[in-house]
Structures are given as C-alpha cells and as structure tokens.
C-alpha cells in the first residue's frame, strides 16, 4: 500500500520509520528538498501543499493520503478520488479554532467560556483575558494575553476570538486514535510542561502526576471530544486540555495528526502514535495504547542560526533508558524543533532527573560554517 502525506517533516518522517517495517510505502509532498520523510526512504514530490496541482499530481501515486500538517489546501483535498484521512472537513473545523471552540460547546465538552468580539470580552470577562487568532497559530504564535486597557493597543485586529483566562494548575495532552469502523483506542494522560520563555512544550511527562479520578475523566473527555468529531475522525487526534485549580478538566484544542505531546510513545508505549495513526488511516487494525514504562520527552529545540551542529550526543547516550531521535533538519533557526528525547525508567522521579540533565547536555545549535 503506498500512503501519501502532505508535509515531510518530522512527523512525517516518523511516520515512515515506524511503518516501513509493515512494508508500506510514502509519497511526502515538501518545498524543501531532501525533507526530513525523504532522508529515510519516503519518496518526494518537491511542491506545496497549499497548490491543487501538486496535491493533485500526489495523489494520482498514492491510495490514501493524510498530513503532517494543518495549514494545506482543504478544498483540492475535497475533490480528490482517494481517501484522505482525517476527513478535509473535519481538517476545516479543527484549522479554526473559534470553529472547534463552537463544536466543543455544542456538544457539552468543556471548555473555557469564549466571545466573538474584544468589546463582548471587555463586558463579559475580568482583565486579564486571552485573545486567539482563529487560523495560523502554532507554539503560542497568535495568542495574546490581554492584561489591561493598555494592550488593547497591541491587540490583533479581526479574525480573532476572545477566552476566558482560565487558572492553570496543569496542561495535559490526551491522545485518542480511531479506525474507519469507529473503534477508538485512547493513549494514557500525559503532563505538557512549558517554557516561560518561548511559550514552547518543552517536557512530556507520561503518565500525568494526577489522581486516577482525574485521569479517567480526562480520557473520557477525550474520547467524547472524537466523537463528536463524526465519523470522518480517522487517525489519531491530540487533545490538549487544561486542569484549572478548582480540579476542572478544560478541552484547550485538538490536533488532527500526530502530536509532541505524543513523541513519549515512539519508546514508551506498545504501539506509537505514528504507527497507530498509519494502522487507522491504512484500514488495518489499532494497536494497544499501553504504557510499558514512565516516561519524560524532552524536546531539542534549535540554537541561534546556520547549518546545524548536535553537541553532547555521547554524553546523554551513557544515560541509561535514553533514546535519542534527531529529525536530520540542516538549518538551524531559533526556536526550532530539531530532535526529542525520551527517557525511560521504572521510575518516573528518576526519568525526571534524567531528563533535566539531558537538557542541559545535547544541545542543536547553529554554525556559520
Ligand atoms: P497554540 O495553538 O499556538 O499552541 P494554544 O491555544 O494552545 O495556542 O495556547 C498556547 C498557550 O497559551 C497554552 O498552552 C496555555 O499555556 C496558554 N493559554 C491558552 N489559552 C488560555 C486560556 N484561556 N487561559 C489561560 N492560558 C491560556
């Protein structure tokens, strides 16, 4: 079977690396040549995913097509005579997230309280309040955190909405993948930890450090939040939410591909996320979910500029239970997500400690030369 994908970065690239080995075979469709899927065996069509001739011209080799990304051309994906999955209409909910903000609220999931307009915010919410972009957004890129009259100033202008603020104690990822006879198979809960700096994930912790009550609702909402996705909803979705100090669970926003927060996975689960998402897509069978063992992803992000250069690799290597994945991006820009490590271990504080001194030694920083 020959599956297409539009984008052949890193998650692409993973892709293919767990699923060679079920003989399937990629076609990526990517500006940049020699993309990161086409260093490990994906053929290339160089092109954008934002062109209807370059999806067309993909999808006359391929029998089923999916992304790695959600900023593509929903509208040539809808004429094509091949199956894409996740559905282009689900895609064009989830690209906007005052869309999917609308369908969580329909159908009861919980989320924080939103408006269309700053005005409709100003009445209805406290300072501070959080203002998105509806499209484009990634890694905090388009949200605004709007304290007082004074950052109205520095406010997006239109096609924006406006949160509630809501008091974060943890952010969590649920991972919830489906087959095309609706069976569904959710992943544990896992902890996203951030950089106060860049806005960045920058650490996985699996399982979350929350009660079993919490963890089973959390799920739940997960699997609930797919389902109202529709049929359509094949492959795997990543749901962020938020547990808000008053133990409320909070859906933040769903990813329609496999995620980062889902990277723990590839080394710590029965079944990784991007063989589960190819299994779905492909019509076979879904894998066991199951954690083996605790697990802490940290992500590589790049260093300054120029032509990439990894430092301490054999240092993090002697670290027992580290697996190291490196994307085999060539440039390096500020912050750009060059590699992950995850770190495995019988015990989770351990994993931890592991993981703060993998930060501090491998690093992917940019040279001139
Ligand atoms: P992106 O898609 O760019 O990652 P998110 O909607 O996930 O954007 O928001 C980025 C971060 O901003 C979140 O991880 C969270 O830390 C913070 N944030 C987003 N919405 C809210 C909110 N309503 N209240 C408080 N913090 C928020």
Known sequence: MKIGILGGGQLARMMVQQCKMLNFDFVVLDPESHCPANQVGAEQIIGSYKNKEDIEKISKCVDVMTYDIEHINTEKLKELNIPVRPSPQILDVIKDKLLQKELLKKNNIPTSNFVNSIEEGIINFNYPFVQKLRKGGYDGKGVIIIKNE??????????????????????????????????????????????ERTNMCNTVVAPAQINNDLMEKAKEIGLKTIKALGNGAVGIFAIEMFLTNDNEILVNEIAPRPHNSAHFTLDGCITSQFEQHIRAIAGFPLGSPELIMPTVMVNIIGEGNGNSKVLGLKEVLKIEGVKVHLYGKKYVKPARKMGHVNIIDKDINSAINKAEIVKKTLKVIGCQK
Not at 175 to 189: F, K, R, T, W
């Open 150 to 195: 004074k950052d109205l100033k520095e406010a997006f202008k239109e096609d924006y909405f406006i949160e509630e603020m809501v008091n974060i104690n943890k952010e969590l990822a649920v991972i919830v993948a489906q087959d095309i006879n609706g069976n569904m198979e959710v992943y544990p809960v896992v902890e996203m930890v951030f950089d």
